[in-house]
């Protein structure tokens, strides 16, 4: 039995309890409480340092761990499946070291991904627990088509899903606008309603859900008519008639996607350093806010340096007008209902995994404290400490520009 004493316990559930016992046995909390109501056996193992504020492990929505690295995509993929491999490896520790421990990985290359969960649940290297899509299917030439799993027609992606779930895909991703590949244009849909069906009708038929990539406006529309489960970034991008991209926040298409309880994901993205974008992302995470949306903190976290970004995001939330405790339940007790572990992860109550990060000073005071974990615990075992969570200086430099921009 270990015992975790600390000044506060931030529940995941909206509540809190000061001055908190948490006892642990294997993997497993099996008692949390205040000091006064917890009998702690006398051969109980003590973990951490007495004291800090204790949260559930966090929970990032939409990574892509294993693609080499390189500026561009183009320079990405240049690498070869091994290469992506040792980076998702390099990615998982960075973003464990983050007080991430359980994510999604929304694509990689071949079955990289599916590698890359494999190792993790060995045990073989440090990493949040993985679910993941394993390539996203695309439009032929279309966003991530290096991946290899370009489909077109209903037919096609329908075949696409059925292999990707053969080889044992936790879910399916389906771009269905461009992104940052060249060729493809993020303001123009790359399939329509009855193509993304396909995916829909092939994932729904054993259980699993399917998650849209969608910048344009029409991309979104045709997603929440095929039935899909979460829509990415939502940026509501169109063109502007003069060669150019337009950003409109479309009320009517964001009523339609709270009306059907589709997830969105990925609004505010802590890698955008574009003046314009962020701002747009900004609107369209208040216009989803303001209408009781079902929002997810992804951080579409990317290459080394870029993954472990969960912190950041969350001040986003904050700056975007969340308290700092629904940002947090944004990214532990809700997430872990959209991914479907709500009965595992993402609160922290007997029963639950011991997944933990403890920071030194009080969250809800000041968002900023989840930067700096001070122990983080997964599975019931203590993460070693790293060198590798250099990423603490990437997130003092992105805080900073958009901080400037949005004070």
């Known amino acids: 039995m270990k015992v975790l004493r600390c000044e506060k316990a931030i529940l995941g559930n909206g509540g809190a309890i000061e001055d908190a016992v948490l006892l642990i046995e294997g993997s497993k909390i099996m008692e949390v409480g205040d000091k006064s109501s917890v009998d702690i056996p006398r051969d109980a193992e003590e973990v951490g340092i007495r004291g800090g504020f204790v949260l559930p492990g966090l929970i990032d929505t939409h990574l892509h761990l294993a693609i080499g690295p390189g500026e561009n995509y183009a320079e990405q993929f240049r690498s070869s499946d091994g290469v992506h491999l040792a980076t998702g490896v390099v990615n998982a520790r960075v973003t464990l070291d983050s007080g991430v421990t359980t994510a999604r990985d929304l694509g990689a290359r071949n079955r990289v991904a599916f590698d890359l969960r494999e190792v993790e649940r060995t045990g073989l290297i440090l990493s949040p627990r993985l679910l993941v899509c394993g390539r996203s299917i695309t439009m032929t030439g279309g966003h991530f088509h290096y991946c290899g799993a370009e489909a077109d027609g209903y037919e096609g992606v329908r075949k696409a899903t059925r292999q990707l779930l053969k080889e044992g895909a936790d879910f399916i991703k389906i771009m269905t606008s461009g992104g940052g590949t060249v060729g493809t244009r993020r303001e123009l849909p790359s399939y329509s309603t009855e193509e993304i069906r396909g995916a829909v009708d092939a994932a729904h038929s054993v259980g699993k859900t399917v998650t849209a990539h969608c910048h344009a406006t029409q991309a979104i529309i045709n997603a929440v008519e095929a039935g899909v489960d979460v829509i990415e970034h939502c940026s509501f991008m169109g063109p502007d008639g003069r060669g150019g991209v337009k950003h409109e926040f479309r009320e009517d298409v964001a009523e339609e996607v709270v009306k059907k ?25 208040r216009g989803f806010k303001e209408l009781n949306a079902k929002i997810l903190p992804g951080t579409d976290g990317l290459k080394p340096l870029q993954t ?63 930067r700096d974990p001070q122990m983080i ?29 949005f004070t």
């Open 261 to 285: 309880g589709i997830w969105v994901d990925n609004l505010l993205n802590p890698r955008q350093e574009n003046y314009g974008r962020v701002k747009n992302s900004f609107e369209n995470f």
């Open 308 to 370: 472990g970004l969960m912190p950041l995001a969350l001040e986003m939330w904050v700056k975007g007008g969340a308290s700092p405790m629904e940002a947090m339940m944004a990214a532990t007790s809700i997430s872990a209902e959209a991914i479907g572990l709500g009965d595992l992860i993402g609160t922290i109550e007997p029963g639950k995994e011991a997944d933990l990060v403890v920071v030194g000073s009080d969250p809800l005071m000041n968002i900023v404290a989840l």
């Open 377 to 405: 615990m997964k599975g019931g075992k203590v993460v070693p400490p790293s060198m590798q969570f250099e990423a603490r200086g990437e997130l003092a430099r992105l805080a900073s520009g958009f901080s400037a921009a």
